[in-house]
């Protein structure tokens, strides 16, 4: 007997992230990579941390730290989640609030609810691979959304309805997206909220990276743009899905949704089915340490990441060959490069790590249809100025020899 007869249908849609399995390349000597959204663990504020940590193990404190909690999250966290969520323009209570293993497990939990076979999830092309992987496992069909594209609506309902189901969400990182780095402007945020208004969809609002803005002009989240057209959130259609990944910690994996009560009420119920809750005390340490120090801590990241990505850009503007072209982000974490037709970023990658000890993502793994063969993905905010410069150096060496 084999067990992998007995494994659910849905688990042909599973895939190994590649993101995942390039991190393994970190711990080979000599790799210079630029694979994995990661942050710069120079930067973690360790000894705030192990304050915050030390205080939660205190007599007084442990009980609560180490026991069991609320399937809503610990409520000074929800709370200062709250506070900070109106600074931004969205007016919500902690009745609104959920606190999620990182807002990975927010994005398999939405797929759960809202998914079932054959439906359609809109999203960008390309997208962020972990969102497609959450989404997988609940067996959609994707389709492409294109803010300010003159696709009729029609057409988007009829091709889900083709498929055996409707569509049930629009899903964007609306901030220095995961993986071009790209904003949604004002402008394309409200076209996405008419669209899901006629499609009588949910918007799932991906803002893993919206603190890291380094310059430009700050744009309201999508929740708050239909908030002002609605008056409240519990009108609202839009799913906020925040993390504290990409600022303090990625390992506490401590994440957030904002959302109608209605929405939280039914995630709730889905928490309880699957961890009961997050770790209690990886909650009360990250409140700790965000209620004393998080603008601080904001400041000192947006000027390293910030000159990293003007690193990077110089580097590129220096080093790459013609025909590649890339993204010039205003904050987040990554650099999208699009090659000339025909050129792939796989085959590229095995060149880059064989002649020079380079590592960056191939594009495909972003499209749901596998497509865009000709780009890939360079992460700033883990390596240094110096690391960057010499990495650009060998990346455009290796390019030019494929172009050749």
């Not at 294109?146 to 009729?152: K, M, W």
């Amino acid at each position: 007997m084999t067990l992998e007869n007995l494994f659910a249908s849905r688990t042909q849609h599973m895939r190994a992230s590649e993101i995942r399995e390039l991190l393994k390349l970190l711990e080979q000597p000599g790799i210079l990579s630029f694979a994995g959204g990661i942050p710069d663990p120079a930067l973690f504020p360790s000894d705030a941390f192990a304050k915050a940590y030390a205080s939660a193990l205190t007599p007084e404190r442990q009980a609560g730290s180490l026991q069991y909690s609320v399937s809503e999250g610990y409520l000074p966290l929800r709370k200062w989640i709250a506070d900070r969520m109106a600074l931004f323009g969205v007016a919500c209570s902690v009745e609104n609030v959920l606190i999620t293993s990182g807002s990975q497990q927010a994005l398999d939990y939405l797929g759960k609810l809202f998914l079932s076979p054959n439906d359609t999830a809109l999203v960008r092309w390309p997208t962020y691979m972990g969102a497609l992987g959450a989404f997988r496992a609940y067996e959609p069909r994707f389709d492409r959304l294109s803010l300010g594209a003159n696709r009729p609506v029609q057409d988007l309902k009829d091709a889900a309805q083709a498929s055996g189901g409707s569509v049930k969400f629009a899903y964007l990182s609306s901030d220095f997206s995961n993986p071009t780095g790209e904003t949604v402007d004002r402008q394309g945020r409200e076209q996405l909220l008419d669209l899901a208004e006629a499609l009588n969809s949910a918007v799932i609002e991906d803002a893993a990276y919206q603190e890291l803005r380094f310059d430009g002009d700050f744009v309201p989240p999508i929740l708050a743009i239909e908030l002002e057209r609605k008056g409240h959130i519990d009108a609202c259609r839009t799913i906020y899905c925040g993390s504290f990944s990409k600022t303090l910690s990625p390992g506490l994996r401590v994440g957030w949704v904002v959302a109608a009560q209605p929405v939280i009420q039914q995630l709730v119920l889905t928490k309880q089915a699957s961890d009961l809750h997050s770790p209690t005390i990886n909650q009360i340490v990250i409140h700790d340490v965000a209620a004393r120090m998080f603008e601080t801590h904001l400041a000192k990241l947006r000027e390293h990441y910030g000159s990293r990505r003007d690193a990077m850009l110089s580097a590129l503007e220096r080093h790459m060959p013609n025909g590649v072209a890339w993204t010039k982000p205003e904050g987040g974490m990554f650099v999208w490069l699009t090659l000339p037709e025909g050129m792939n970023g796989a085959d590229l990658l095995a060149d880059a790590l064989r002649t020079e000890q380079v590592a960056f993502v191939p594009g495909a793994a972003f499209f749901p249809d596998g497509s865009g063969e000709n780009t890939l993905r360079l992460n700033f905010s883990s390596p240094n100025i110096e690391q960057i410069n010499e990495g650009m150096l060998r990346l455009g060496r290796v390019l030019r020899g494929s172009m050749n």
